[in-house]
Each structure stands twice: as structure tokens, then as C-alpha cells.
């Protein structure tokens, strides 16, 4: 017998200025926790909001003038199946 484990549905979590992928809400505040980018009393006070996987987000690079803008799904930037920090307006 084979232990095969389903992969994670992964989504797109938004708190005002970042967004994060994770399975859920509490899959993004331990990311943070387990980074340690902030004071763990925040987290929990952020109002993460799951955005809908048919979303379009457009993410660009600020800091490089000329960046082209990508435009995704939700579940499109979820595709790929890594978790953690996907874009934030902060940093």
C-alpha cells in the first residue's frame, strides 16, 4: 500500500497589502509565524480575505522600471503549487 497524499488546494489570501497563497487562512498565518516577518499578535488581526480562484490579480515589479504586468487567475498563480508570499504592496 502506497501512501499518496492529495495535493494541498492552495488559494490566494488577502489582508489590504499582501498576498500570500496558502490552503487556508490559518495555513497563511503559520507561514508568517514559521518567517517570523512580523508580530505574531498582527496576524491574527489582518482580516485575511480568500479571493475567488477565477480573480484576475496583475502583479508587476515596482522596483524595475519598464516591468511588463502579469495577469493571472487566482488559480493560476496557485497552479504551480508553492505557498507563501506572492505579492504585497509593502514590500
Not at 23 to 31: I, K, T
Amino acid at each position: 500500500m502506497t501512501d499518496t497524499k492529495e495535493p494541498l488546494a492552495l488559494h490566494v489570501f488577502h489582508n489590504g497589502y499582501d498576498w500570500w497563497i496558502g490552503a487556508d487562512v490559518e495555513d497563511v498565518r503559520e507561514q508568517i509565524r514559521e518567517l517570523g516577518i512580523t508580530d505574531p499578535d498582527e496576524i491574527d488581526q489582518d482580516g485575511w480575505v480568500q479571493w475567488d480562484d477565477s480573480a484576475l490579480l496583475s502583479i508587476t515589479d515596482v522596483d524595475e522600471p519598464g516591468a511588463p504586468k502579469e495577469t493571472k487567475t487566482c488559480a493560476e498563480w496557485c497552479a504551480d503549487g508553492r505557498r507563501g508570499l506572492l505579492c504585497s504592496t509593502e514590500y
